[in-house]
């Protein structure tokens, strides 16, 4: 088969979950991973997306059909001739945490490596690279790091937490990306993160985005200095897999087309509030396109042309 030319790749895991909620309520052997929830989310804004991730025997094959009828290529995915990767997504107070099966096959080895990455997405714009091992995403980085007069937008979201410890490795991954998705729950260094970053980053790193669950998040732009809140946004609330993911998708889907820092963040709400809405990543397999713009306007480009019209200020 012979893959097409992406505008923007994930790569990470695919991994069937179990999730148990923090009031108690489970859902068993459900399809996941962040690539599927990020692709998924892209696909609504009309970029074409591919994934690079390995799959094992028991991932659920009507995922990787939803996704292919989705227009999103697969020919990135290696597959297994054995189970892959599982893991319990546990919901605590303040956390949640990712433990994965102990008779599974290791985190690296359901990672995507260089070698997967198919010889027709090397021009994409874009590269988002999902959780995986920190020792993983550093060759990822540093091998699709763009070449002179080659523009391409790199993009990571850790797995490994930063930390004290973790900081001389952080320093070199983040010398190779442009975009730093981080969460609550990864970002364990004390003091003020505005402060903290600029020297864990290089010249490249531009945006860091802290992804804050419920109470939305916050993006830094280290080159103008400034910094834009988002707020979480949903019909219902369900069950938030994945969700900081889909954000990802569709923020990036917007970054590498129409390159508006604002509406990118829109269209990741939107992405989002899918995923809020329903377990793992059902409410994305069952939006769409055109469900993603009516929302996108119903929230956000009436309410622009009101404050217009009104002279209010945003």
């Keep these: 088969m012979t893959a097409a030319t992406p505008d923007i790749v994930f790569l990470g895991n695919l991994l069937v979950d179990d999730i148990v909620l923090r009031d108690g309520q489970t859902l068993m052997g459900e399809p996941g991973g962040a690539v599927l929830h990020a692709a998924l989310a892209a696909a609504l804004w009309g970029v074409k997306v591919g994934i690079c991730s390995v799959a094992g025997t028991?991932?659920?094959?009507?995922?990787?059909?939803?996704?292919?009828?989705?227009?999103?290529?697969?020919?990135?995915?290696?597959?297994?001739?054995?189970?892959?990767?599982?893991?319990?997504?546990?919901?605590?107070?303040?956390?949640?945490?990712?433990?994965?099966?102990?008779?599974?096959?290791?985190?690296?080895?359901?990672?995507?490596?260089?070698?997967?990455?198919?010889?027709?997405?090397?021009?994409?714009?874009?590269?988002?690279?999902?959780?995986?091992?920190?020792?993983?995403?550093?060759?990822?980085?540093?091998?699709?790091?763009?070449?002179?007069?080659?523009?391409?937008?790199?993009?990571l979201d850790p797995f490994e937490l930063v930390r004290d410890g973790t900081l001389a490795a952080w320093r070199d991954v983040l010398t190779h990306v442009d975009l730093f998705f981080v969460s609550e729950d990864e970002w364990r260094l004390a003091g003020d993160a505005d402060g903290i970053v600029p020297s864990l980053a290089g010249p490249r790193l531009r945006h860091v985005a802290f992804k804050r669950g419920a109470n939305g998040g916050r993006l830094l732009d280290l080159h103008e200095n400034r910094s834009r809140a988002w707020q979480?946004?949903?019909?219902?609330?369900?069950?938030?897999?994945?969700?900081?993911?889909?954000?990802?998708?569709?923020?990036?889907?917007?970054?590498?087309?129409?390159?508006?820092?604002?509406?990118?963040?829109?269209?990741?709400?939107?992405?989002?509030?899918?995923v809020i809405e329903d377990w793992g990543a059902r409410g994305l397999v069952g939006a769409t396109p055109e469900r993603a713009v009516e929302r996108h306007d119903e929230w956000f480009t009436e309410k622009k042309t009101v404050e217009k019209s009104t002279g209010a200020t945003p």
């Excluded at 996704?67 to 599982?86: C, F, K, M, Q, Y």
């Excluded at 359901?110 to 091992?133: E, K, N, Q, V, W």
């Excluded at 998708?249 to 899918?274: K, N, P, W, Y």
């Design 58 to 155: 028991d991932y659920p094959p009507q995922a990787l059909d939803t996704l292919a009828a989705r227009g999103i290529d697969l020919t990135g995915v290696r597959h297994l001739d054995r189970t892959g990767g599982r893991a319990w997504l546990l919901y605590e107070p303040a956390v949640r945490r990712t433990v994965h099966h102990l008779d599974c096959p290791t985190h690296g080895d359901i990672s995507p490596t260089l070698a997967d990455i198919p010889t027709a997405y090397a021009a994409a714009r874009g590269f988002h690279l999902a959780p995986m091992p920190l020792s993983r995403q550093l060759d990822l980085a540093h091998g699709l790091a763009p070449a002179a007069g080659v523009n391409r937008i790199v993009s």
């Design 232 to 274: 979480s946004r949903s019909r219902t609330v369900v069950d938030a897999t994945g969700a900081g993911d889909a954000f990802a998708g569709g923020f990036l889907a917007g970054l590498v087309t129409h390159g508006d820092v604002g509406r990118s963040i829109e269209q990741g709400i939107v992405a989002a509030s899918f």
